[in-house]
């Protein structure tokens, strides 16, 4: 039986972007193998491997998880080996290059590169000879994003580069709901009718930049007495952004609800997506957000600017454009016609970047490796019997 092993810093990452692809696998008939960091229970995998991969690259941890991959790929003969996020990227290229000259393919997802426009020079330093070496490693590099496939193209040596639209987003379960539902949904959240919600589901670092956000609702808080602001998340600048509240005297229009399972509520609910992050790949919260129709008022970067038509489904602003970012929402608020189109346009630019057609896309570069390897057995078949 042909096997694939999937690769990723956490296993998290695969319940929650990479099931149906975990599926396809197996409805194909091929056993599927997962490594990475942790112990959830995955369906449609045969063997999980839980490896001592860190987020770090700093980490000595990865040293080990290194060579538990290494044992790994040598011990299974993988046909194929897709790796996802950077560490899981990093450390599966190295550990199947042995592997690689007997056959197997390996495709890599970069799910935003840390080197693109307006990047640090540090991360260039970095994080770019990295990748230019470890593309040299890779069967396939798939990008998320425009502006990363046209920089791999001309800046990576990879044997194949495709543009895959992200992970996709899954519109039966984000999808617009009636004024009813909405109404019902703020009543059971302890939110009023008539309250004006902006949401933003992301970690509290210092990329995601949550700061921003409370500092743009400060602005227009006499303009719009009843915005508030809903933050999903955990992370280590949590209390941090809590003290900022407090400080602008927004206590009780800042809600911080925690990493939540439930967002698929939450969404559709608010008014407005707000999205403040500095650097992105291609977000899945902004696709769940514009799913649900809302407009957006984001940070440009390009994962938002990939999917924010500027003026169309929402408004880009710079970094450090905090007063602006408060007049475009203020301006959402007032015109109702306004924040009509711009949710209806929305849901018309999601239909890019469903599960169905990322699926469509992915299946797609998988079966090209397929018939490859159909062809080179057909091929030493031939070479028997001349």
């Not at 700093?58 to 046909?79: D, F, M, S, W």
């Not at 992200?166 to 009543?187: A, H, T, Y």
């Not at 809600?255 to 650097?279: E, K, N, W, Y």
Request: net charge positive; aromatic share 10%.
């Amino acid at each position: 039986m042909k096997k694939i092993l999937f690769c990723a810093t956490v296993d998290y990452h695969f319940k929650a972007f990479h099931l149906p692809y975990l599926k396809w696998f197996k409805e194909q008939g091929w056993e599927v193998h997962v490594a990475a960091a942790g112990e959830i229970e995955l369906p449609y995998v045969d063997q999980k491997f839980n490896i001592s991969i860190q987020r770090s690259p700093h980490n000595r941890k990865n040293v080990g998880a290194y060579k538990e991959l290494k044992q790994i790929i040598e011990n299974n003969q993988y046909q194929l080996i897709h790796c996802h996020t950077p560490m899981g990227g990093v450390l599966a290229r190295l550990a199947a290059r042995t592997a690689r000259k007997k056959g197997t393919k390996v495709i890599y997802t970069a799910h935003g590169f840390h080197f693109c426009k307006g990047a640090p020079l540090l991360n260039w330093l970095i994080y770019y000879p990295i990748e230019k070496m470890l593309a040299k490693n890779t069967d396939c590099l798939i990008t998320i994003n425009q502006e990363d496939y046209e920089l791999a193209n001309k800046r990576l040596k990879a044997d194949r580069i495709e543009h895959v639209h992200g992970v996709g987003v899954d519109i039966e379960r984000f999808k617009p709901i009636s004024i009813i539902q909405k109404n019902n949904l703020r009543i059971s959240y302890g939110f009023k009718l008539g309250d004006f919600l902006l949401f933003y589901a992301a970690e509290f670092n210092k990329n995601k930049n949550q700061q921003l956000l409370i500092k743009a609702l400060a602005q227009i808080k006499d303009e719009v007495p009843n915005a508030k602001l809903l933050l999903c998340g955990e992370g280590d600048l949590l209390e941090q952004c809590r003290e900022l509240a407090g400080t602008l005297e927004l206590k009780d229009r800042v809600h911080f609800l925690g990493f939540r399972t439930d967002l698929d509520q939450l969404i559709p609910m608010c008014d407005v997506a707000v999205a403040s992050s500095l650097r992105e790949g291609l977000p899945v919260n902004i696709m769940e957000s514009m799913a649900c129709g809302l407009p957006v008022v984001a940070v440009g970067n390009r994962g938002h600017s990939e999917l924010i038509n500027h003026r169309e489904t929402g408004y880009l602003v710079l970094p450090e454009q905090v007063e602006k970012f408060g007049e475009y929402i203020l301006d959402i608020y007032m015109k109702k016609d306004l924040r009509k189109k711009m949710s209806l346009n929305s849901i018309d630019r999601m239909k890019l970047f469903t599960v169905y057609r990322v699926s469509l896309e992915l299946t797609s570069i998988y079966e090209s490796y397929m018939v490859e390897d159909m062809d080179e057995a057909q091929n030493k078949h031939n070479r028997a019997y001349i």
